[in-house]
Structures are given as structure tokens and as C-alpha cells.
């Protein structure tokens, strides 16, 4: 069963850091693309990073710069770490698993809120 768990959210001010794992169990990190998503109050889905099986990396706009993927096969994590966080990045955060060779995503986490104050 496929199953994903993000973690590491919370409330920081503005300039702080914080970063979010994503736990898979079902099946393996290291096998299948993974991205990173978040969504505002009010607002859609903002596509953040993806790594690759082979660990190809790729950045949104939002993301460059500021925001760094990595994974760990041997944990079968994924991570996101955010820095000099801003009030506009408040959202909920989603890790999501691809189907395969970039084709769309079949399994989402439930998400973990990052609140960032001024």
C-alpha cells in the first residue's frame, strides 16, 4: 500500500528556515519521480520541485534559489528544505509521487502547514 507522510512543518518568522520531510512506504523514492507542491488559503496548487529516479532536479520559480530537494533512498525520504522563508510562502505543503518517467502524479501525502509570520 502506498502510502505518503509529510513532516516537519510549523511556524516560523520571516527569514527562518524550516524542512519538510516526505516518508513513502509501498514502494521506493529511489524508483519513481517525486515533487513538491504547496497551495495558499484561496488559492491552486503551486508546483515547487521534482527529483527524478535518476535524481534529476527541478525548480519552480518560487522555489529557486531559496528552496533545495533532496532524497535518501536508504530512509526513502524526500525532503524539501526552505530558507529565508517569507509570509508568502504560509501554505500548506504536499509531497506526491509520480506514476512514471514524468507522467503525472498517482499518490499525494495529506500535507503539512508552514505558517511563516512577519
Known amino acids: 500500500q502506498v502510502q505518503l507522510a509529510e513532516s516537519g512543518g510549523g511556524s516560523v518568522h520571516a527569514g527562518g528556515s524550516l524542512r519538510l520531510s516526505c516518508a513513502a512506504s509501498?514502494?521506493?523514492?529511489?524508483?519513481?519521480?517525486m515533487i513538491w507542491v504547496r497551495q495558499a488559503q484561496g488559492k491552486g496548487l503551486e508546483w515547487l520541485s521534482g527529483?527524478?529516479?535518476?535524481?534529476?532536479?527541478y525548480y519552480g520559480d518560487s522555489a529557486k534559489g531559496r528552496f533545495t530537494i533532496s532524497k535518501d533512498n536508504a530512509k526513502n525520504t524526500v525532503y524539501l528544505e526552505l530558507n529565508n522563508l517569507k509570509t508568502e510562502d504560509t501554505a500548506m505543503y504536499y509531497c506526491?509521487?509520480?506514476?512514471?518517467?514524468?507522467?503525472?502524479?498517482?499518490?499525494w501525502g495529506k500535507g503539512t502547514l508552514v505558517t511563516i509570520s512577519s
Open positions: 506526491a509521487k509520480d506514476k512514471y518517467d514524468w507522467s503525472g502524479m498517482d499518490y
Open positions: 509501498g514502494f521506493g523514492v529511489g524508483s519513481n519521480a
Open positions: 527529483i527524478g529516479s535518476d535524481g534529476s532536479i
